[in-house]
């Protein structure tokens, strides 16, 4: 299915940014908020995960079901997850296109990657204390 | 021992509280009061949460080093460097921010900072039409209607509606909780839409429609706008803008949610121009929300050092901006920086993954007291003193109002801006022996 994802603070991501590797920034920001008839469709429940791709790359996030949230569309606070799924194209203004990706969305029982293994992919190297 | 210090400036998102009250209890911080949640969580989730030293990756394992080792890298780096970015900046106070431009041009590097990647745009706008804006003191006063557009300020700028707008006294009213009204544009509904008088949710990317339309209207030309725009039946549209038009003193803030969806700065624009056609009838003004402590300090100072306000390139010997080309974003995404400063923010968590991607394969210098995303992707952070805990400068509140930041803490940790200084004064060594 696909589905425009919008992007943005919750208090929640917000409290934990100086603690971007704790479990519930983790949780937070891989947490894609979707309508309930949405979820339906795909077939997932509560606390199940997605597969999110768009332009060959993918992420797996959690998903949890929210009403005002419209069809078609789903919400994922800001962060690393939500980050993976936009391009670098910036239209000749600097900002890339943050709200708004278009995402193919459907149901897996692959595992969630941390905040360092996502940095991993990226090229980083995990650091743990 | 307990201690209490009052008037503390909390250091986290642009309203710059002034009024925080800190409990230390054995040389920690133990109680937070006045703060929002984000606030709060700032100041009690720093203890045991920093790096103890600097740290370097070395293959394929993390190594701690000295402070000296720390900085001989960082000197030989961006001195030996082609296309250095300097980004970040908003974490930090001005007088870094100050050091940080003047790095760029002695060494022909990028300097910009998190406003390209937040209301980058929305200065773009200010640039073509001027921003008739005002301080935050007036809006508290005099504001009688009140509009959030693509801003979730309940989860995003917690205090802001309690310390400026829809639950703040206000010296012109009686009772301004009652006497306000509070329009909230989103294209979901929000916890700060649940507060609205009047919510207007808009389709995802239709800003730039139901402001023509409500431009429209106001000039009277409602009569070519169709019975829905962007998903806003044309009567919600007209009531809103006749609430509009009847404010004594209205003030717009808008925040990202405008700014990053497609039409970037056209939407704000837009905005303002709306604004300007309330401006033939009554009193408005229109304002960014300003995420970060210091963002705006980041455009007040490289604006007074080099003429503009972010994305300045230096390479060619003399300042040059041209958002979009010495933009942060573009120019990692196009891979054109061979090293990178990255000062107290966190492009590992915000930027798109290309860039992210860069920034791996490239020397990475990060400037953060604690362990970000960024961490896993640099070459080298260095943990400085935390502004606004145990180092203190001056920030930008988000209406432009310079504030004294307080250090309440003993520091075992260097600044950002002694270590900046010893970097800028060795790369100059450097410059002028070569
Ligand atoms: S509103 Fe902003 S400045 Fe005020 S306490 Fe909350 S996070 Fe700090």
């Known amino acids: 299915m696909k589905i425009l994802v919008n992007t943005g603070r919750t208090v929640v991501q917000g409290s934990h940014v100086g603690r971007k590797n704790s479990p519930e920034y983790f949780r937070e920001t891989s947490n894609l908020r ?12 509560d606390g199940e995960r997605i597969k999110a791709t768009t332009d060959g790359i993918s992420v797996v996030l959690m998903v949890t079901s929210d009403e005002m949230i419209k069809r078609g569309t789903g919400f994922l606070p800001l962060g690393p997850y939500a980050n993976t799924l936009v ?18 969305i459907e149901a897996t029982g692959e595992k969630i990657s941390t905040v360092g293994e996502l940095m991993r992919h990226l090229g980083g190297l995990p650091y743990g204390r | 021992m307990e201690d209490k210090i009052r008037h503390v400036i909390c250091p986290y998102c642009g309203c710059l ?27 009690l989730d720093d ?27 960082a000197v030989k780096v961006l ?24 790095l760029a041009e002695l060494i022909g590097g990028i300097v910009d900072s998190t406003t390209s990647v937040c209301h980058g745009p929305s200065i773009l706008a200010i640039q073509e039409v001027g921003h008739p804006g005002c301080t935050l003191g007036q809006v508290k006063n005099r504001a009688d209607t009140i509009i959030y557009w693509g801003s ?14 829809n639950y703040a006294d206000a010296y012109f009213f009686h009772n301004a909780f009652r006497e306000r009204k509070v329009i909230v544009v989103d294209v979901r509904k929000t916890v700060t839409a649940e507060i609205a008088t009047e919510f207007v949710q808009i389709d995802q990317g239709g800003d730039y429609h139901v402001l023509s339309a409500l431009r429209a209207i106001i000039r009277e030309r409602g009569g070519v706008i169709p019975d829905m725009v962007a998903g806003v039946p044309k009567a919600q549209l007209i009531r809103v803008a006749e609430i509009c038009r009847q404010a004594k003193f209205g003030a717009l803030f808008f925040g990202v ?27 408005w003004t229109i304002s960014p929300m300003r995420g970060h402590s210091n963002v705006y300090g980041s455009n007040e100072v490289f604006t007074w050092i080099s003429g503009y306000p972010f994305a300045v390139d230096y390479s060619r010997g003399i300042a040059f901006y041209n958002p979009g080309e010495t933009t942060a974003v573009d120019i990692l995404a196009r891979k054109e920086a061979d090293a990178a400063l990255i000062m107290s923010s966190d492009p590992g968590a915000h930027f798109p993954r290309v860039c992210s991607e860069h920034l791996a394969r490239i020397p990475t210098i990060l400037f953060d007291p604690y362990p970000s995303a960024t961490t896993h992707l640099c070459t080298l952070q260095i943990p400085t003193a935390v502004n606004g805990i145990d180092a203190a400068g001056t920030a ?12 309440f803490m003993e520091t075992v940790y260097p600044t950002d801006t002694k270590l900046m200084q010893e970097i800028y004064d060795r790369i100059r060594k450097v410059k002028e022996d070569a």
Not at chain 2, 47 to 73: C, F, H, Q, T
Request: aromatic share 8%.
């Open chain 2, 17 to 43: 509280c002034d009024d925080i009250l800190i409990e230390m209890t054995g040389g920690e911080i133990s109680g937070v009061e006045n703060a929002c949640t984000l606030g709060a969580r700032k100041f």
């Open chain 2, 396 to 407: 930008y509140r988000m209406d432009g109002i310079p504030i004294m930041t307080r250090r």
């Open chain 1, 87 to 104: 391009g670098g194209t910036t239209h000749s203004t600097g900002m890339p296109d943050f709200k708004g990706a278009e995402v193919n």
């Open chain 2, 257 to 283: 949610g405008i700014t990053m969806t497609g039409g970037k700065y056209k939407n704000i624009r837009n905005a303002i121009e709306f604004i300007s056609e309330l401006n033939r009838y009554t009193k």
């Open chain 2, 152 to 165: 979730n300020t309940i989860e995003a700028h917690p205090r802001h509606l309690s310390r400026y707008t």
């Open chain 2, 79 to 102: 001195s030996e460097a082609d296309r250095p970015l300097l980004y970040g900046w908003s974490g930090c106070m001005t007088e870094t921010q100050a050091i940080g431009a003047h």
């Open chain 2, 47 to 73: 203890a045991g949460n920093r790096l103890k030293g600097p740290i370097m990756r070395k293959g394929d394992e993390w190594v701690d080093i000295s402070y000296e080792e720390a900085i001989d890298y």
């Open chain 1, 34 to 45: 979707l309508n309930p008839v949405d979820m339906m469709e795909i077939g997932v429940d």
